[in-house]
């Protein structure tokens, strides 16, 4: 298998709502993503924060315990993303930095614990 496709892509999306809070503030949901293989690649290497996506996969939830506490944890995992950013836009995002994405190399192992 290559490396790169054991990468991992986590990282969150902001999605407004359609009203504004007593403060006249948009208000925002933000939705933890998942990415694997080339689109996580694709995805390290196309976009940095800000950036317009669209993004189409599976809602999951699960849950973990740590420190004697449960957690539940819902994240889309991503099966397609669109970059909307204007053309322009997306020649800076090549020379930037990725600021909210954490890239992971995982195994076989990692990817069926998932």
């Known amino acids: 298998m290559?490396?790169?496709?054991?990468?991992?892509a986590t990282f969150c999306v902001a999605t407004h709502r359609n009203y504004k809070d007593e403060n006249g503030e948009i208000v925002c949901d933000y939705l933890f993503c998942k990415a694997f293989g080339?689109?996580?690649?694709?995805?390290?290497?196309?976009?940095?924060?800000?950036?317009l996506v669209g993004i189409t996969g599976q809602m999951r939830s699960r849950k973990?315990?740590?420190?004697?506490?449960?957690?539940?944890?819902?994240?889309?995992?991503?099966?397609?993303?669109?970059?909307?950013?204007?053309?322009s836009q997306?020649?800076?995002?090549?020379?930037?930095s990725?600021?909210?994405i954490d890239s992971?190399?995982?195994?076989?192992h990692d990817?069926?614990?998932?």
Request: glycine share 4%; no cysteine; charged share 35%.
């Open 104 to 108: 992971q190399n995982i195994d076989n």
């Open 90 to 96: 997306n020649n800076e995002i090549l020379s930037d």
């Open 64 to 87: 973990y315990d740590k420190d004697g506490q449960t957690h539940f944890v819902t994240e889309l995992y991503v099966e397609t993303i669109k970059f909307m950013s204007p053309k």
């Open 38 to 51: 080339k689109l996580a690649s694709n995805i390290e290497k196309y976009t940095n924060q800000g950036t």
């Open 111 to 114: 990817l069926l614990e998932i």
């Open 98 to 100: 990725i600021l909210d």
């Open 2 to 8: 290559k490396k790169e496709d054991r990468k991992i």
